[in-house]
Nanobody, 126 residues
Framework: QVQLLESGGGLVQAGGSLRLSCAPS????????MGWFRQAPGKEREFVAA????????LYADSVKDRFTISRDNTKNTGYLQMNSLKPEDMAVYYC???????????????????WGQGTQVTVSS
């Protein structure tokens, strides 16, 4: 069992930036892909971005492309989501997830992910 620890959420004004971090609670020696999803009140969880183990494959939702950047540092066993030019519609609970079954992919399908974090709130004021 792997627990994912997220951090970096908070309150920011529209146009501002935040960086989310995600790390497994224990070091894993098995490659895994990482994804970020978000869920706003009254809406379904939606895909935001994903990155493969080697960082060679990255995928973004159209709504965040050119504003958000996903990255990872495998030496620190940590993934990141840099969010710039935040908009009120970006406000949601953000979840990171890991996929051990497809470490070389960058999937938008939540069913491909094995473990999920508890979520971190991102609030954007207009």
């Amino acid at each position: 069992q792997v627990q994912l620890l997220e951090s970096g959420g908070g309150l920011v004004q529209a146009g501002g930036s935040l960086r989310l971090s995600c790390a497994p609670s224990r070091r894993t020696f098995t490659p895994y892909a990482m994804g970020w999803f978000r869920q706003a009140p009254g809406k379904e969880r939606e895909f935001v971005a994903a990155i493969s183990w080697s960082s060679s494959n990255k995928l973004y939702a159209d709504s965040v492309k050119d504003r958000f950047t996903i990255s990872r540092d495998n030496t620190k066993n940590t993934g990141y989501l840099q969010m710039n030019s935040l908009k009120p519609e970006d406000m949601a609970v953000y979840y990171c997830a890991t996929s051990f079954r497809r470490p070389w992919a960058s999937d938008s399908d939540p069913a491909q992910y094995d473990y999920w974090g508890q979520g971190t709130q991102v609030t954007v004021s207009s």
